[in-house]
């Protein structure tokens, strides 16, 4: 297929910041073959996506399991997000490649189908692949997934004032998205139910984090709503060769 023909409602974003729908994928890889996956991204799958009309924002390896790819893709809309899946899925970088990547992946399905807040904070716009980025020690990005009780106030107080207080601590911008109610409309790529809450921050370094996540664990304001909000999933973060996460704020 080639370049896929859209209307106005379905143009494609500039970047994963102008998207209004959003996945967090997870992929869990057989041991070892996280570099034989990334080959086959920075080779081919990263343009493919793209031109596709996906708008890919960070690739990272987790940095406490080495054998775990997380990474973010954002849609315009639910109606582009099926039209740019479908462009890629049925395309022929995907149709010769696919053998291949595959044959690395444990779990592919550790996905959370996500949309802006309300009030929106959403990540700051990409980094160009190939991109000077900090030298001395590699950008961590640290991303906080909670799950909620539906029908609770707590999303609210999450992604208001509570978002307000996480960005004071870590002293970083903080992008933050909520589960897209919307149903899955290719279903042949599934998505989690639940209610979620995740959000993502950048940090130039191990000794930025470290200071950041010191400060957190002592604000008061911020630990009264962790009791109500119950543990989030952290995971830390190394961004890959082609991964295009916001700049981080030099410590």
């Given at each position: 297929m080639g370049e896929p023909v859209r209307d106005q409602q379905n143009a494609v974003a500039a970047d994963l910041a102008g998207c209004d729908v959003v996945e967090m994928r997870r992929y869990t890889l057989r041991p070892g073959t996280f570099d034989e996956l990334q080959e086959a991204f920075q080779r081919w799958f990263v343009d493919g996506l793209e031109r596709s009309g996906m708008r890919l924002g960070g690739q990272f390896r987790d940095r406490d399991d080495p054998d775990r790819f997380v990474w973010f893709r954002g849609f315009t809309s639910m109606a582009q997000r099926h039209?740019?899946?479908?462009?890629?899925?049925?395309?022929?970088?995907?149709?010769?490649?696919?053998?291949?990547?595959?044959?690395?992946?444990?779990?592919?399905?550790?996905?959370?189908?996500?949309?802006?807040?309300?009030?929106?904070?959403?990540?700051?716009?990409?980094?160009?692949?190939?991109?000077?980025?900090?030298?001395?020690?590699?950008?961590?990005?640290?991303?906080?997934?909670?799950?909620?009780?539906?029908?609770?106030?707590?999303?609210?107080?999450?992604?208001?004032?509570g978002h307000e207080v996480l960005e004071r601590a870590l002293g970083v911008p903080v992008a933050m998205w909520r589960t897209e109610p919307s149903a899955n409309t290719f279903p042949r790529l599934p998505v989690r139910d639940g209610n979620h809450v995740v959000a993502l921050a950048v940090f130039a370094g191990w000794e930025q984090w470290s200071q950041a996540e010191k400060r957190l664990g002592a604000d008061a304001e911020w630990q009264r709503l962790v009791e109500r909000l119950g543990d989030a999933e952290l995971m830390r973060l190394e961004p890959t060769a082609t991964s295009r996460h916001p700049r981080p704020i030099p410590a």
């Open positions: 039209e740019a899946l479908e462009d890629f899925y049925l395309g022929p970088v995907w149709q010769e490649h696919r053998d291949a990547a595959n044959a690395t992946m444990i779990d592919s399905d550790d996905v959370l189908l996500l949309r802006p807040t309300s009030p929106a904070h959403r990540p700051g716009h990409a980094v160009a692949a190939g991109a000077p980025g900090p030298t001395a020690d590699p950008a961590w990005a640290i991303t906080l997934a909670w799950s909620l009780p539906a029908g609770s106030d707590l999303e609210a107080a999450l992604t208001g004032r």
